[in-house]
């Protein structure tokens, strides 16, 4: 609950503090990471269970299990670590002559 209250109040301060453009792509970043969050587990963690359930006395059966149910996340945390690359990259892309997609005023 607590850390929630934090996230609500840092939410409403970058609102405050940053500008339309900036609070877009701060937006637009954020989403994309809790979308790589969902993602991350797919419903892995309820078929690891469902079978390891089965195997969980083989040790080389579960192992196995636990690698193949793990290189999913793997690839997905690998992603999601680079994530923080792209906003910058974004936010540049005027000074680099890169044409905005934002309607102009």
């Given at each position: 609950m607590f850390v929630q209250l934090i996230g609500f109040a840092t939410g409403?301060?970058?609102v405050r503090l940053m500008e339309q453009r900036e609070y877009a792509l701060f937006t637009v970043t954020?989403?994309?990471q809790g979308t790589m969050n969902i993602l991350a587990d797919i419903g892995i963690s309820i078929g690891m269970i469902s079978i390891g359930g089965r195997v969980?006395?083989?040790s080389h059966r579960f192992g196995e299990l636990v690698r193949t149910g793990l290189k999913p996340r793997r690839t997905l945390g690998?992603?999601?670590r680079h994530r923080h690359h792209a906003?910058?990259?974004l936010h540049a892309r005027e000074e680099w002559g890169f044409p905005c997609s934002t309607p102009s005023s």
């Open positions: 409403i301060l970058l954020n989403t994309m969980w006395q083989d690998a992603t999601r906003a910058p990259l």
